[in-house]
């Protein structure tokens, strides 16, 4: 699928670069008709001039109209040029804009269709790992310690399944403006302490590290924050590997509630960090990526922030891994 995208992407390369040399060729040519036609003019008026004058050297008169002729001819010759320059600017400041809304559009259709795969990868893995859970647990008479588990994985894709259209439905909402921001003063330490023990029960084989300050308010929507906490927990538990620590953090200074979330994986790049916050943006493609996601999550995170007043930061993680902080105005 992204080869024949970037096989379009060569053929309307090919076919804009060379309208664009056509056009500019054909602008030239227009100068150098219009010069030498207003050359042609001038030797015409002059040869015109110097068979109806006597004596034309010695004639004061002559050299009067040939100077006439001269600056007529030079000021077409520098309208023809300013033109010229007017056109060729407008030319190239119109192609660069075609050619990034070219570019953004492809890859824009690319980051679309990645989201395509990657949503239906999503939607189908859980729904088959719960409905394989189900008729196990219908068919089986199973110990307790097994039935508990397949219930327990069960409500793990679930939970996939429910965040994953929280994603999608609260970003389309806020995108088109049909959200209503609820903002109300909150204890921000018991939201992401029960975002942190959901976590925990979901995934009792991951290593946490933990340090929230308790009774920590500030002012905001709860469903999107409760959505941030989330998605940076989650963020942290696909990228890390299996035996590194996940840590979270929330702490305060005189006007600020920090809170972070740092992972042990390999890392980002500087030149991806920021793109890491676009929609639909995510590093690698659907090939050689082994990461589950849609490349919604740390974009939602991004545009929650920016509607709290605030921003949100990736730094390096010492020794490996990424550390993801977020800063709220004290309530």
Same mark, same amino acid.
């Given at each position: 699928m992204q080869t024949s995208i970037k096989r379009k992407l060569v053929?309307? #390369?090919?076919?804009? @670069?060379?309208?664009?040399?056509?056009?500019?060729?054909?602008?030239? @040519? @227009?100068?150098? #008709?219009? $010069?030498?036609?207003?050359?042609?003019?001038? !030797?015409?008026?002059?040869?015109?001039?110097? #068979?109806?004058? $006597?004596?034309a050297t010695l004639s004061a008169d002559y050299q009067k109209a040939i100077n006439a002729i001269e600056f007529d001819k030079n000021r077409n010759t520098t309208k023809y040029v300013s033109e010229g320059i007017t056109f060729l600017a407008l030319i190239l400041i119109g192609a660069v804009f075609v050619y990034r809304a070219v570019h953004e559009q492809m890859k824009l259709q690319v980051q679309q269709q990645n989201f395509m795969m990657a949503i239906t990868h999503e939607l189908k893995t859980p729904i088959a790992i719960a409905?394989?859970?189900? $008729?196990?647990?219908?068919?089986? /008479?199973?110990?307790?310690?097994?039935?508990?588990?397949?219930?327990?994985?069960?409500? /793990? $894709?679930?939970?996939?399944?429910?965040?994953?259209?929280?994603?999608?439905?609260? #970003?389309? /909402?806020?995108?088109?403006?049909?959200?209503?921001?609820?903002?109300?003063?909150?204890?921000?330490? !018991?939201?992401?302490?029960?975002?942190? /023990? !959901?976590?925990t029960r979901r995934f009792p084989d991951r290593l946490w590290q933990t340090e929230i300050e308790p009774e920590l308010d500030i002012e905001g929507d709860p469903l999107l924050l409760e959505i941030l906490v989330n998605n940076l927990l989650e963020n942290a538990i696909k990228y890390s590997p299996r035996n590194g620590v996940i840590g979270c953090q929330l702490a305060h200074t005189r006007s600020q509630v920090i809170f972070s979330v740092t992972d042990q994986g390999h890392g980002i790049p500087d030149k991806e960090k920021k793109k890491i916050f676009e929609k639909f943006y995510r590093i690698g493609s659907e090939q050689t990526r082994t990461t589950q996601g849609t490349g919604l999550g740390l974009y939602l995170c991004k545009k929650i922030a920016d509607d709290h007043g605030t921003g949100i930061e990736v730094t390096d993680n010492i020794p490996t891994g990424c550390n993801f902080i977020v800063r709220f105005a004290a309530s």
């Open positions: 053929v309307v #390369s090919i076919v804009y @670069w060379f309208l664009l040399a056509y056009i500019i060729a054909a602008l030239v @040519w @227009w100068f150098i #008709s219009l $010069e030498k036609q207003n050359q042609v003019m001038a !030797d015409l008026k002059i040869e015109q001039l110097s #068979s109806t004058t $006597e004596k409905r394989l859970n189900l $008729e196990t647990l219908q068919k089986h /008479q199973l110990e307790e310690t097994k039935r508990q588990k397949l219930i327990q994985m069960t409500l /793990q $894709e679930t939970n996939r399944l429910n965040n994953l259209a929280s994603n999608i439905l609260v #970003s389309s /909402q806020l995108e088109g403006g049909r959200y209503r921001l609820a903002k109300e003063e909150l204890n921000f330490s !018991d939201l992401v302490k029960n975002c942190v /023990q !959901d976590f």
